[in-house]
């Protein structure tokens, strides 16, 4: 029921920006767009989320394109640390608050 | 931020055992989750459990086999009955904190001989 589509996987290079897309093209006005991590054996960790606004905080910065049916996850200046499966999700604020997984995008930094 | 705790953190079963994850919050909170993630595979959620009333469990997951407890609001658990192997899986617990974020415990790892 994931309503996201993302790479399987990708790699970046230590001190680089990770640029992670993702595709939602039925989303909903009032649906907003949610990235989670899973560092290998840990529970997710939230990062960002945003509804149509550009959204930066202290781990990374999103852009949700003007038409919002597409969203890039920026992540500034990768460590080695930020190995993770990165995860894209689309939910609204109202009602159900259960989150929807997809299989993610499997984020390799290299050194 | 929520700090979230799961006990055990992994354990290790015979078939047709059944076993209880604890998972306790460090302030109240109104929604609770239970998710599954089988091996190599996404998330998956199990139920919501809302202090106070019957959980409510997602398509293909039935009370019998994932019965819920929520007796309070910081605290809630998970039993897997009658396991099989096919239930090996990580099994999570998640908290919403206001309406914008969910926080994750740290699993329990179980595998079913």
């Known amino acids: 029921d994931a309503k996201t589509t993302q790479p399987p996987s990708m790699d970046c290079a230590e001190g680089r920006a990770a640029n992670l897309p993702c595709n939602h093209s039925t989303i909903s006005g009032n649906e907003y767009v949610y990235w989670y991590r899973q560092i290998h054996s840990q529970g997710p960790q939230y990062i960002i989320h945003?509804?149509?606004n550009n959204e930066t905080n202290e781990m990374a910065s999103l852009i949700i394109t003007e038409d919002r049916k597409s969203s890039t996850l920026i992540l500034p200046h990768a460590t080695l640390r930020d190995t993770a499966v990165y995860y894209c999700?689309?939910?609204?604020?109202?009602?159900?608050?259960?989150?929807?997984f997809g299989q993610g995008t499997r984020l390799t930094i290299n050194p | 931020s929520a700090v979230i705790s799961q006990k055990p953190s992994r354990d290790i079963c015979q078939r047709g055992t059944s076993l209880t994850i604890q998972c306790q919050v460090d302030?109240?909170?109104?929604?609770m989750f239970w998710y599954r993630q089988q091996p190599g595979q996404s998330l998956t959620l199990i139920a919501t459990a809302n202090q106070g009333s019957e959980a409510t469990y997602e398509s293909g997951f039935v009370i019998d086999k994932f019965p819920i407890s929520r007796p309070n609001l910081t605290f809630s658990t998970l039993t897997v009955s009658n396991m099989s192997p096919e239930d090996s899986s990580i099994y999570l617990c998640s908290v919403s904190r206001g309406p914008d974020t969910q926080y994750f415990g740290p699993g329990t790892r179980l595998t079913v001989l």
């Open positions: 999700i689309v939910r609204g604020i109202q009602g159900a608050q259960k989150l929807v």
């Open positions: 945003g509804l149509k």
């Open positions: 302030s109240q909170v109104t929604m």
